[in-house]
């Protein structure tokens, strides 16, 4: 799944149609699509996960959910879920989910919560984890109300990085802790971003799918933890867990 950074280097690269008008529109996805056509884009956005397409009176949320890709003046082999075309060139989006949001943006979205916003509230993160207490930490990283664009990479990067359990609790941590976990959360999502750029992320990932601990070197544990069963990766030696 395409996380939050992903997000924005795809709204960068997107960035050329930026008050473009919408001339051919294409794809197999189920909504009203004949909408767009003549649209003049307002603003290409991201929130989280989310790839936001700002039009006049409405706009268009992409998710790229698990498998989803994009493509930018090319096209692959496979049918598009939604291909817009403008003057001399073209966005297409794959199995993704499409929605309309007839709402204005700043009204659905909160950007204080997006961990690569220039919005972001690092004390609004931690007085939101406070009122979980309860919360394992693994699944309080991926909870997109707190951490919007932060995902199963991220997850496991930021606990090995900071030295706690995936099970621990978010009551049980100590303040200091509680700063690092929210401060690294967003932190890490930029390295994610300035690697993903320089295409050498999986050269950097310390914890994520990896076998062995490379600060005590024995074997990771794998597993899938919490409510939101995504996978682990951690050290039972140098990763604490509280709680």
């Known amino acids: 799944m395409p996380e939050g950074p992903s997000i924005v280097i795809l709204k960068e690269e997107a960035a050329a149609f930026a008050g473009r008008k919408i001339l051919r529109v294409e794809g197999n996805t189920k909504i009203e699509k004949e909408r767009l056509l003549n ?25 790229l959910l698990m498998f989803g890709s994009y493509r930018i003046n090319e096209r692959k082999e496979a049918p598009p879920r939604l291909s817009l075309g403008f003057t001399n060139g073209e966005l ?6 499409v929605r309309f949001i007839e709402e204005p943006l700043d009204e659905v979205y909160d950007w204080r919560g997006d961990v690569m916003s ?27 109300d707190i951490f919007a664009g932060v995902g199963n990479i991220i997850k496991n990067e930021v606990l090995f990085r900071i030295r706690v359990h995936p099970l621990s609790t978010i009551g049980a ?6 700063r690092e976990l929210v401060a690294q959360a967003r932190q890490y999502s930029f390295d994610f971003y300035e690697w993903k750029k320089a295409f050498v992320l999986k050269k950097h990932w310390l914890a994520h799918t990896k076998r062995t601990c490379p ?16 996978r682990s990766f951690f050290c039972e030696n140098c990763q604490m867990r509280y709680g």
């Open 39 to 63: 649209q003049r884009v307002v603003a290409l956005r991201s929130w989280g996960k989310h790839f936001l397409i700002e039009l006049p009176k409405f706009s268009v949320r992409i998710h």
């Open 215 to 230: 600060r005590c070197d024995i074997p990771f544990v794998k597993a899938h933890l919490g409510r939101t069963n995504r």
């Open 92 to 97: 297409n989006f794959y199995t993704c989910s």
């Open 118 to 144: 220039n919005e972001w509230d690092a004390a609004l993160a931690r007085k939101r984890l406070r009122a979980q207490p309860g919360m394992l930490v693994c699944d309080a990283l991926l909870y997109q």
């Open 173 to 178: 941590l100590p303040a200091a802790k509680l």
